[in-house]
């Protein structure tokens, strides 16, 4: 596990709502936190433990930005709260990177050009982690197909499609 | 012999290191300590009078801190802000508001949710005044006025006009045929990814440092010191990573000024980061053109003249980025890839009651305005005569050897070769089958189109004598540092939002430097320490800061040649810069590099040369660049439903010299989705009592993966002779270029039906109501 997958945190804000404890594991390591009932899943990883891969690029669960895996399957953290992730493992881009390696899909991002002003990235890759484990071979049209819930305004898809495609060969699939 | 990482190679970009990892450092990221966040409470109304404020219950919220309102700023003089235009807008109303979703009071507290709290908590009444969003009643008599306070006592801003008008007109009066059009580019919103933000900070000497998501660090460093009376010296603006820019990050918004007045009041940091809704209502605003135009033509199919006037609506104050002399920006590269004899455009700016817009979508100052136009009216022009519309392009396109080519609207276009690039893209798509397949279908009753749009670009601004920002000349800047042990770092005045700077740029001067790219290190965007610059907008960055680069590493070869002379015991006359080597004339064995160079000029330095090898360019570009392309669209249309399936689009582009070819495709596949966008999907409205319609990705429809095709590039390289390597701008060609293609796609299909027009975003539920009509479906 890369160092920059655990949380760093930050200053402790004063709790002014109901709070619950919660036991999570994230990027393969146990915590136990307190957190105030209504806080959004993507305001604690980015506000409380200073994990910013994580991005915000809505309100209304539609670009996809904040996209974590939540138990391995795709979730807008923003849609979701940081109490329902209790008992549960989560997921974010800053667990891709394993002992100074890259994931298959963060190799096929930079090698085929997928990204261009990075914000959209953490999320897409995240559902393309999530795509991969499910059908490591999936055709141009499930990959456009299993993209479609994140939002890119740059890159035109293009060079995204293909960046999946480089990680499901790399990974031994590929079509 | 080449470099590694030089000119015309595909070098992975650099900066990826940091986004793959989930490690940019965006606005949002920064955390200070003691930091809060500020939020506003917005108006329902589009125009209405405020008669009470009342913060009691809101300041009772836990963790609120403060309500800040347009009084409080009106005391320091700070409720009206200027804009880049020369007009005014409100940071915070004083007594009246003009748009629905206006900031009216801003609330601080201890955190975001908090302050979302507050800013509802606050209590405002308002006594609701009548509205206008339609520009055309704007301006009829009887009009509700906008802005009263004006000496003017009219919603008219302003009125532009370039060409010669009798002149046009007699010539429209005597052409074979005038083909007229009116066309409604619809009010889009940039809508990049991340939204606007900062996080304003003051240190125990007052000076302040301002984190923001800002295209132009620079300049907006200046009109802060202006508005604020605080001494420049005492500004830091730092522009993070920017997760997409596209003409939203240009402007000053409120919210910036209320989170620097708001760090102040408080003695904290103060962040503020728009929601979706917030950016989606109140700022990064484009477009809103009413055009109405005339283009002649002669019976053998030569145009003639063009006459076009346009309503511009730029909302309750002109807040757009165009240089200070162009208030409908660049909007006269009107007349296209055609030589007319004589044109004329004029332009009237509106207020209504809607957000300020007029900024830029990806495109350089109103030029897809005026290319979507064109490039429509052209593929009339063939429809009304009969000829095929590739065939009336090549007949009339300016020819290759009439560059430099003086326009009629007072443009010199630097260099174009377009039969090349439409005969490219052609061949491409096999033009003359999809023709015979279209007969074929056209007898089956079933309609497949092809458009054409062979669009001319003009960026790069610009020329010192001509353009400017609030006086701020747009020149651009490079300042290089070679340290001893040979390694650089490059600043510029520029700054990037994923258009690659960080590699394309350490590309030029590797190819200059003769160092490979991995040892050249880009910095962009603090103004402490890179040279002033004006900013990436309108794909400028090539076209001045990349030249800029190459005349700034040719200054440090000429004192480098001096250094290496002495080291290898000649005249600097006797060295020529050959394979990335300073080498002896005729004895290449005897040979200095720019790292040998480099240590010398530190350890080593020759008699009566400055030790040291660092220089800084500031380059003002003798002209414009004029990119251009050829691009064809091939579409299906499902007769029962109105749905449009783009089978294939090609897009060849000639942006000159290609400096990584990987990242100008990139930049090329965006902005075609950016052309589809407003094409077929994209637009903002507002009903009569200026409520926005769309004020979320639920209603305001940005392509997915799933709408946006398989595109297809292809390329010519015609240099700028005038650009020290050749290099033209590419990141906004093809949102210039694409809506055109897909449009003409479209009518093409459904002309036997005798459609002419249809306005965009073309919805299929317009297609069908078409073909519904005309008894089709």
């Known amino acids: ?175 | 012999m080449t470099i590694h990482g030089g000119i015309g190679q595909s070098l992975q970009r650099k900066e990826d290191a940091r986004f793959i990892r989930g490690k940019g450092n965006y606005v949002d990221d920064i955390q200070l300590a003691g930091m809060l966040y500020l939020d506003f409470t917005r108006s329902p109304y589009a125009h209405a009078k405020i008669t009470a404020i009342r913060s009691e219950k809101a300041l009772k919220v836990p963790g609120v801190l403060a309500v800040i309102t347009g009084k409080d700023l009106d005391a320091a003089k700070l409720a009206w802000m200027p804009t880049l235009m020369s007009d005014t807008q409100m940071v915070l109303p004083i007594d009246t508001v003009k748009f629905q979703g206006q900031e009216v009071a801003g609330v601080v507290a201890e955190n975001r949710y908090a302050a979302a709290d507050g800013a509802a908590a606050v209590e405002i009444d308002y006594e609701p005044l009548p509205v206008v969003t339609d520009p055309v009643k704007a301006l009829q008599p009887d009009s509700p006025l906008v802005r009263p306070e004006k000496p003017k006592k009219s919603n008219h801003i302003w009125h532009w006009e370039v060409g010669d008008k009798a002149g046009t007109d007699a010539l429209l009066a005597k052409s074979d045929v005038v083909v007229h059009q009116d066309f409604y580019i619809p009010r889009i919103n940039v809508s990049s990814i991340e939204t606007c933000g900062c996080v304003a900070s003051f240190d125990p000497m007052g000076r302040l440092t301002m984190y923001m998501t800002t295209q132009a660090p620079h300049a907006i460093r200046t009109v802060f010191a202006l508005v604020s009376g605080l001494p420049e010296q005492s500004i830091r603006v730092i522009s993070p990573d920017i997760g997409g820019g596209f003409g939203g990050k240009v402007p000053v918004y409120p919210g910036y000024v209320v989170a620097i007045v708001a760090a102040l009041k408080t003695g904290h940091p103060v962040k503020w980061v728009e929601t979706r809704t917030n950016n989606l209502m109140s700022s990064s605003f484009a477009r809103d053109y009413h055009i109405s135009a005339d283009i002649g033509v002669t019976k053998d199919g030569k145009l003639t003249g063009l006459k076009v006037k346009t309503i511009a609506d730029h909302g309750y104050a002109d807040a757009a980025a165009n240089p200070s002399k162009f208030p409908a920006g660049l909007f006269h590269i009107i007349t296209g890839s055609y030589p007319f004899e004589k044109a004329f455009v004029e332009v009237d700016g509106v207020y209504t009651n809607k957000p300020p817009g007029g900024i830029a979508y990806r495109c350089s100052f109103r030029v897809t305005e005026a290319a979507y136009s064109i490039e429509r009216l052209v593929d009339e022009v063939a429809h009304k005569i009969g000829m095929d519309p590739a065939e009336l392009r090549l007949k009339n396109f300016i020819p290759p050897e009439a560059f430099p080519y003086h326009s009629a609207l007072g443009w010199t276009y630097d260099s174009g070769n377009y039969g090349g690039a439409l005969k490219l893209a052609m061949q491409m798509v096999d033009y003359p089958a999809l023709r015979r397949e279209q007969a074929e279908k056209r007898k089956k009753g079933e309609f497949m189109g092809i458009g054409i749009s062979s669009f001319t670009e003009i960026v790069g601004a610009g020329p010192a004598h001509t353009f400017d920002i609030l006086g701020l000349k747009m020149f651009e800047s490079c300042e290089i540092r070679i340290h001893p042990t040979g390694k650089v770092m490059a600043r510029f005045g520029t700054k990037n939002q994923g258009q690659g700077h960080e590699t394309t740029y350490a590309q030029i001067l590797a190819t200059e430097l003769g160092i490979p790219a991995e040892n050249i290190s880009i910095e962009e965007g603090d103004t402490d320490t890179a040279p002033y610059g004006l900013g990436t907008y309108a794909s400028r960055s090539t076209p001045t800061a990349g030249a800029a680069a190459v005349v700034a590493a040719r200054k440090i070869r000429d004192k480098a040649q001096k250094i290496a002379a002495h080291l290898l015991e000649v005249s600097p006359e006797d060295l020529e810069w050959k394979d990335y080597k300073f080498q002896v004339k005729g004895v290449p064995e005897k040979s200095k590099t720019m790292a040998d160079v480099a240590f010398a000029a530190y350890t080593n330095p020759a008699p009566g040369v400055e030790a040291g090898l660092e220089a800084v360019d500031y380059y003002d570009p003798p002209n414009m660049t004029y990119p251009f392309g050829s691009y064809i669209c091939v579409v299906d249309i499902d007769k029962g439903t109105g749905a449009i399936h783009i089978r294939r689009f090609v897009a060849v582009d000639d942006c000159g010299t290609v400096i990584n070819p990987m990242i100008v495709e990139g930049q090329i596949h965006g902005g075609l989705t950016m052309g589809l966008a407003p094409a077929m999907y994209e637009q903002i409205t507002y009903d009569e009592g200026g409520n926005i319609r769309g004020s979320s990705f639920l209603d305001y429809l940005v392509p997915t993966s799933v709408e946006t095709p398989h595109w297809e590039t292809g390329r010519t390289v015609t240099p700028s002779p005038h650009h020290p390597i050749g290099a033209k701008g590419v990141g906004e060609s093809a949102t210039v270029g694409a809506p055109a293609a897909i449009v003409n796609a479209i009518v093409d299909a459904l002309s036997p039906l005798g459609v002419t027009n249809i306005d965009i975003p073309v919805y299929p539920w317009k297609v069908w109501q078409i073909l519904h009509d005309k008894g089709q479906t």
Not at chain 1, 26 to 33: A, S
Not at chain 1, 67 to 91: E, H, I, W
Not at chain 1, 122 to 127: A, C, N, R, S, V
Not at chain 1, 169 to 175: T, V
């Open chain 1, 1 to 175: 596990m890369a160092s920059t997958a655990i949380p760093r945190l930050t200053s402790p804000l004063p709790i002014r709502g109901a709070t619950h404890k919660i036991h999570v594991t994230i990027n393969d390591v146990p915590f136990d936190f307190m957190v105030e009932d209504r806080t959004l899943l993507v305001h604690f990883l980015r506000d409380a433990l200073g994990m910013t891969g994580t991005h915000i690029g809505c309100d209304t669960t539609h670009c996809g930005a904040c996209t974590v895996l939540l138990d391995d399957v795709p979730v807008k953290s923003c849609t979701v709260l940081a109490v329902q992730a209790d008992g549960r493992k989560v997921r974010t881009v800053e667990g891709l990177e394993s002992g100074g390696k890259l994931h298959p899909v963060q190799e096929g991002f930079t090698t085929e050009h997928g990204l261009h002003c990075g914000y959209c990235t953490p999320g897409m890759m995240m559902t393309s982690v999530a795509l991969l484990a499910k059908n490591p071979n999936p055709t141009e049209e499930e990959i456009r197909r299993a993209i479609s819930g994140n939002l890119c305004r740059c890159t035109g898809y293009v060079n995204i499609v293909k960046a999946i495609q480089h990680a499901a060969k790399a990974s031994g699939g590929g079509k």
